[in-house]
């Protein structure tokens, strides 16, 4: 009851089912961030950061520490669906939050488009008789029928895959534990820092790779309105599920960085077929090691871990359509399943679309990855903005260390690494956010400016009567 009134203090109602529990929070925050990420883009990182590829993961957790505890106070503040597009909105102004989801579109809206390339490509590597295309329809099919029938079914779906790649990460902690102790390996802490490669520009341009694999905490702010415990829930989630995936992403990447079988090829022509840890794991434990792996990070993309995306992207694609910020026929939800119905099937349209047309471009899997970090990034910028505007400015708040100082570090730290990034990321990203200002302004020029519910009196014609399926 007390969440239903927190949603109607904004002119909204509880259409989604609170059905999920804290440990189906952390599940799905893991299952979206993989605990297994790193192994599809350990050489990238690896050979961007000099070898100090342990070091990039580490300041990747510290940074979005920051970015996390900035999350917990807005979703406290506003305990509801849309993530920065409702935290920039009603901390800052209506304009700034469509802008800023506008921005976090080009993170949630790619990501489930990437998933589905990267896992297709590895299986038909594996079995070259399926093609990518068939790979890409199968894994699609599968995801938006499970996300269709319930937000239950996806929780339940997702914590048995969590635990099989759990189990084969365990497995090759290991076996490459095993390897280093027993000479395969060479026992070193350069994966951490290396005088020979080291600045701070280097870490930074890994770091914005590396933030791929974390991209996904986040996500769990999506799920405010379906969640037991409302907002305390939500941030004690974002922060274990962070801190959890750290640890297991430096655990990993360390032990693969002292397997690798040639260090400096790697550093010097890079891993453009994607193969580096896979190489590592053969070291440690054979092909059959090896395999396990690789054939594991595509089944973990291309099904759970993009099913949970396109719970987050609909969820947003949702909430801003309830405002009136995006086509009124995205905001249905049916009545059977309690789901956004509309917009989960166009999640799972646009996703197949878009892995079929970026399997054509040599580059599509890299620059993918490049604009789904700044638009990420970007997003996280102006959440920690809104948390000082909103608490610090507007409520007079005075506990300057959650609302001033560590906000202030998140947003250095993040400015630092979106200043390192990919230029082809950076050029494309500004572009997309000059059309999210297009879009505004032809928004205003049509009547329509953006109006948050609860931050206005609401206009009878503008009431979120949300029509049900």
């Given at each position: ?364 899997i890299t620059l993918l990855s490049s604009l789904i970090n700044f638009g990420a990034m970007v997003a996280f910028l102006v959440l920690h903005v809104s948390v000082v505007v909103h608490h610090l400015i507007r409520g007079r708040s005075r506990n ?70």
């Open positions: 009851m007390y969440e239903q009134n927190e949603l109607a203090r904004y002119g909204y109602r509880q259409e989604l089912a609170r059905k999920l529990r804290f440990r189906d929070l952390l599940a799905y925050g893991l299952v979206y961030m993989v605990p297994i990420a790193p192994m599809a883009i350990f050489g990238s990182v690896y050979a961007g950061s000099g070898g100090m590829v342990a070091l990039a993961y580490a300041i990747g957790v510290v940074a979005l520490v920051f970015t996390a505890f900035s999350y917990a106070q807005m979703v406290k503040a506003f305990p509801m669906s849309g993530s920065v597009y409702n935290y920039a909105g009603r901390g800052i102004s209506a304009p700034v939050g469509f802008l800023a989801g506008w921005v976090i579109l080009l993170d949630y809206v790619l990501v489930p488009g990437l998933l589905y390339l990267v896992a297709s490509v590895a299986m038909h590597a594996t079995v070259p008789a399926v093609p990518v295309w068939a790979w890409l329809l199968g894994f699609v099919a599968v995801n938006t029928i499970v996300n269709s029938v319930g937000i239950r079914m996806t929780a339940v779906v997702t914590r048995v895959m969590l635990v099989g790649e759990l189990l084969v990460l365990a497995v090759f902690v290991a076996v490459a534990g095993w390897a280093v102790a027993s000479g395969k390996g060479r026992l070193s802490w350069e994966a951490f820092y290396n005088p020979d490669t080291f600045t701070w520009s280097v870490v930074a341009g890994a770091v914005s790779i590396a933030v791929l694999s974390f991209l996904g905490f986040d996500g769990i702010s999506m799920l405010a309105e379906e969640a037991k415990g409302g907002a305390r829930q939500i941030g004690r989630a974002m922060a274990a599920v962070l801190v959890l995936a750290g640890v297991l992403f430096i655990g990993q990447t360390w032990l693969s960085a002292m397997l690798v079988p040639n260090p400096a090829l790697l550093l010097a022509d890079g891993d453009a077929n994607g193969t580096a840890f896979y190489d590592a794991a053969q070291v440690a434990g054979g092909s059959w090691l090896a395999t396990l792996c690789a054939v594991a990070t595509a089944v973990a993309w291309g099904l759970p871990n993009s099913m949970v995306a396109q719970v987050a992207t609909s969820r947003l694609l949702y909430a801003m359509a309830r405002d009136r910020q995006l086509p009124a026929f995205l905001a249905r939800v049916s009545i059977r399943r309690s789901v956004p119905i509309n917009a989960t099937l166009l999640t799972g349209v646009v996703s197949l679309v878009l892995g079929l047309y970026m399997a054509t471009r040599s580059d599509g300057w260390w959650a609302h001033l100082v560590m906000p202030t570090f998140g947003f250095v730290i993040l400015a630092y690494v979106v200043v390192n990034a990919n230029i082809a990321a950076q050029r494309l990203g500004l572009a997309w956010l000059a059309l999210g200002l297009v879009v505004l302004a032809g928004l205003y020029l049509s009547g329509r400016r953006p109006v948050l519910s609860g931050l206005a009196p609401v206009q009878p014609q503008q009431r979120r009567d949300v029509e049900r399926v």
